[in-house]
């Protein structure tokens, strides 16, 4: 089974308004990729991205996985550091760390230490069964 | 205009609150025990359950609210009064397929699916109607969940004040420490919502929280 990385430079982002930002990686997301997003959203947007991933659900779409992966949280005690970081991000938006988000029907679970960051998958077996079951219930439905 | 209108209802609002207005949500991601909290804080005070709970996640699928709930501290001295809200948890992926494995029909398992996905909805959108929150996590498994850490940093964006609830401590594979470490900025404390244990300890917490 293959799977393809989509990768989102923040750049792509930076001129949309939350919204479209969101409705732009999800489409990503239901095309069967997993996207790589240069830093991170903002945290209403992360809860707009799990609104709308549940408004997608369907019999073929089940949700995402996400994960983000935020070197900041190593330099919590460095406080003038933490006020530059605040400051360029104001500005600049939040281009630290990246962000992973997944179709749930493929990635299966998102671990992450701080060294390592792993992709569960479905397996193809899996996939393949739930393929199968899907054609036959389209097939039964158009009859 | 709008702002100066926004001002006036916030201010004068804030002003006139009665303490019996304050809403307490109950959050987390599903299975954790926020209704098994909610039914054992209103037994304990209402003397009558909240809602049904099941060991099939998403049991919770609309937002339930009792209203006046008063607990006391533990000297007994001091009284709070908050309308409870119990939330569904919280999820990014819902598979109906999920709900058939724990033995449902297909039809109800689609149904099921559906209404969770609009009880996730419907609880983020509620995050901007609490007043303070209490997080119901699972003490047996990963905090570090994507799902924790969402729902912490909005209600960190939206200044709402947090209390974070380490629930099933009766379990063997409970750990509060790693709870502790993952969320270090709040107060957490250890509870057992099914037995009861250290609620006492839960209400005192809720009266440093509570604004």
């Known amino acids: ?143 | 205009m709008g702002f100066f209108t926004g001002f006036f209802n916030k201010f004068f609002g804030k002003l006139f609150l009665k303490k019996k207005d304050i809403k307490l949500g109950l959050y987390g991601p599903p299975n954790a025990g926020k209704t098994t909290l909610a039914n054992t804080i209103c037994k304990d005070i209402l003397g009558e359950e909240m809602g049904t709970v099941s060991n099939i996640a998403h049991e919770t699928r609309e937002i339930q609210i009792k209203e006046q709930i008063c607990i006391k501290s533990k000297d007994g001295k001091k009284e709070l009064m908050f309308n409870l809200v119990d939330t569904p948890g919280i999820a990014t992926k819902i598979d109906y397929e999920d709900f058939m494995k724990s033995g449902m029909k297909e039809a109800e398992a689609k149904q099921r699916a559906k209404e969770a996905t609009k009880g996730v909805v419907d609880a983020i959108k509620w995050l901007d109607e609490m007043d303070s929150v209490v997080i119901v996590l699972d003490a047996t498994k990963d905090p570090y969940s994507q799902v924790n850490i969402t729902i912490v940093g909005n209600l960190a964006a939206r200044d709402i004040p947090v209390l974070i609830a380490a629930n099933k401590v009766d379990l063997k594979k409970a750990d509060i420490n790693k709870v502790k470490a993952a969320f270090p900025q709040y107060d957490v404390v250890g509870i057992s919502a099914k037995y009861g244990k250290n609620i006492q300890d839960f209400y005192d917490a809720l009266f440093k929280v509570i604004r």
């Open chain 1, 1 to 143: 089974m293959s799977l393809t990385l989509q990768f989102v430079p923040y750049n792509d982002i930076v001129a949309l308004g939350s919204a479209r930002r969101v409705n732009k990686l999800m489409n990503i997301v239901k095309e069967n990729k997993v996207v790589l997003l240069e830093g991170r959203l903002k945290k209403e947007e992360e809860a707009d991205l799990i609104s709308i991933a549940m408004e997608e659900i369907d019999n073929k779409f089940k949700g995402i996985e996400l994960a983000v992966i935020d070197p900041k949280k190593e330099d919590s005690r460095n406080m003038f550091k933490n006020m530059k970081t605040g400051f360029v991000n104001l500005v600049l938006g939040d281009r630290q760390g990246f962000t992973v988000i997944g179709p749930a029907t493929i990635i299966k679970e998102i671990k992450k230490d701080p060294n390592n960051i792993q992709l569960f998958t479905m397996d193809a077996g899996s996939k393949r069964k739930r393929e199968a079951q899907q054609k036959l219930a389209d097939a039964a439905a158009a009859k």
